[in-house]
């Protein structure tokens, strides 16, 4: 069993910084053998893509909407991945949500993802 609990949400101003935190429990296999993925969705919206990480951090993969301003990252020893969010926009306003999966790559494909964590609020205000 793999439980996800995000944190570091909040409302910020646009042009603001957050980084969200998103700590695994695991009680099977190791954390660093799970590819890892960020999504949100908004009120009335579908849930998104935004960014994902191979198991070891040496692969990323973003949504066209965050590059150059969101970084993921994982700590393995801390069982953690990382979400740092520069340069806010109201349009990144969202339940922002962690979840793995049990192949070591990540994806943009909520689908393919096995586990997920409760979510944490984003709010950019304009």
């Known amino acids: 069993q793999v439980q996800l609990v995000e944190s570091g949400g909040g409302l910020v101003q646009a042009g603001g910084s957050l980084r969200l935190s998103c700590t695994c429990t695991?009680?099977?296999?190791?954390?660093?053998?799970?590819?890892m993925g960020w999504f949100r969705q908004a009120p009335g919206k579908e849930r998104e893509f935004v960014a994902g990480?191979?198991?070891?951090?040496?692969?990323?993969i973003y949504a066209d909407s965050v590059k150059g301003r969101f970084t993921i990252s994982r700590d393995n020893a801390k069982n953690t991945v990382y979400l740092q969010m520069i340069s806010l926009k109201p349009e990144d306003t969202a339940l922002y949500s962690c979840?793995?999966?049990?192949?070591?790559?990540?994806?943009?494909?909520?689908?393919?993802?096995?586990?997920w964590g409760q979510g944490t609020q984003v709010t950019v205000s304009s």
């Open positions: 979840a793995a999966r049990k192949p070591m790559l990540s994806t943009a494909s909520w689908s393919n993802y096995d586990y």
């Open positions: 695991t009680s099977g296999r190791a954390f660093n053998t799970y590819g």
């Open positions: 990480i191979s198991w070891n951090g040496g692969n990323t």
